[in-house]
């Protein structure tokens, strides 16, 4: 199976929250990453957590990881339609502070729509 | 501002034929990767360089492609001979390879395809 597993659709109206969800497979994962790709552009990262958090925030992402069930999940809170993009899920599993090849999911299409 | 520079963006070229794609990591990264972007197996990593040392090109085609770091400023990713299963986008990113930040820097890609 994969290393990394996201659905591939999600469609949220405008002013909504989306939650897109990411499980992975390696116990050992240290970082984990959220990238956004618009089309024709490359990867932007978005937000990353440490393995050792449960959530990080910022502005209106939300990054909740539960590491027992090897489960990610991004929210956007008050998603718009300049929201709507391919998002990958990716996990590093380079010890230390040490950036290493990521290992990415297929990447979840988010639709706002107005 | 910096930014990974890709060159081409596009490039269309016939079956058979040599393709180069070039790739100006951000000045002060380290850390290079080349991956490629198709719809059948999403995001693949070919091959990735830290002070420009091969570290891992276990995902590349070892008879066509090659990927080299000739100096700190410009990685490339040459097929040799291109095939029509070669079309992708094809993305070059770069980083530090130590540090708090661990973010990769993609660039904007190179769309290949061969016909």
């Known amino acids: 199976g994969e290393d990394v597993e996201q659905s591939l659709f999600l469609s949220v109206r405008e002013g909504d929250s989306s939650v897109i969800n990411c499980t992975y497979t390696d116990s050992s994962s240290t970082y984990l990453y959220w990238y956004k790709q618009e089309p024709g552009a490359g990867l932007q990262l978005l937000t990353y957590i440490f393995s050792n958090m449960d959530m990080k925030q910022d502005q209106r992402l939300t990054v909740l990881l539960n590491k027992k069930d090897k489960h990610l999940s991004l929210r956007i809170a008050d998603t718009q339609t300049g929201d709507s993009a391919i998002y990958f899920c990716a996990e590093s599993r380079e010890g230390g502070s040490t950036l290493g090849r990521l290992y990415f999911g297929r990447g979840t299409q988010l639709t706002v729509w107005p | 501002d910096a930014r990974v520079t890709q060159t081409p963006r596009h490039k269309v070229t016939e079956m058979g034929q040599e393709v180069t794609m070039r790739c100006q990591p951000i000045l002060g990264h380290n850390t290079v990767f080349w991956y490629r972007q198709t719809m059948m197996q999403g995001l693949e990593l070919l091959a990735y360089?830290?002070?420009?040392?091969?570290?891992?090109d276990s995902g590349m085609p070892k008879d066509r492609f090659s990927a080299e770091m000739p100096d700190a400023t410009l990685a490339t990713l040459k097929i040799q001979p291109s095939e029509p299963r070669d079309s992708a986008v094809y993305f070059c990113?770069?980083?530090?390879?130590?540090?708090?930040?661990?973010?990769?820097?993609f660039g904007q890609g190179t769309r290949l395809t061969v016909v």
């Open positions: 360089f830290r002070n420009r040392a091969p570290l891992d």
């Open positions: 990113a770069s980083g530090l390879g130590r540090g708090v930040n661990t973010e990769a820097f």
